[in-house]
């Protein structure tokens, strides 16, 4: 059975730094793009990052772009997001997905991905 499980979220103080990871089993993780998402409360689902399977190929939307960076491990199943210079903005749910087809160019589009993990909480605040 697939799985996607996120881990990292917290409570953050504005500038400061966070790394999620998406640990995935059941699947072959090395042939799978790396989707990075989030979602605020009373807002629509965000992509926020991509990295395509080979982790020689990244994408990071212009809001996050120059304090996020996207990574993967296909050793250990397992993708990262950086997170630098965080602000009260940033605070959402943060969800990896995952997909074996080539996803759309630009910003994530969350129907080209098949596989979900239940998300993380990052909150940025004083």
């Known amino acids: 059975e697939e799985q996607l499980v996120e881990s990292g979220g917290g409570l953050v103080q504005p500038g400061g730094s966070l790394r999620l990871s998406c640990e995935v089993t059941?699947?072959?993780?090395?042939?799978?793009?790396m989707g990075w998402f989030r979602q605020a409360p009373g807002k629509e689902r965000e992509g926020v990052a991509m990295i395509d399977y080979r982790g020689t190929s990244t994408y990071v939307s212009d809001s996050v772009k120059g304090r996020f960076f996207v990574s993967r491990d296909n050793l250990k199943y397992t993708a990262y997001l950086q997170m630098n210079s965080l602000q009260p903005d940033d605070t959402a749910m943060y969800y990896c997905?995952?997909?074996?087809?080539?996803?759309?160019?630009?910003?994530?589009?969350?129907?080209?991905?098949?596989?979900w993990g239940q998300g993380t909480q990052v909150t940025v605040s004083s």
């Open positions: 997905a995952a997909t074996p087809f080539r996803p759309r160019s630009g910003v994530p589009n969350s129907r080209d991905y098949n596989y």
């Open positions: 059941g699947i072959a993780f090395s042939i799978h793009y």
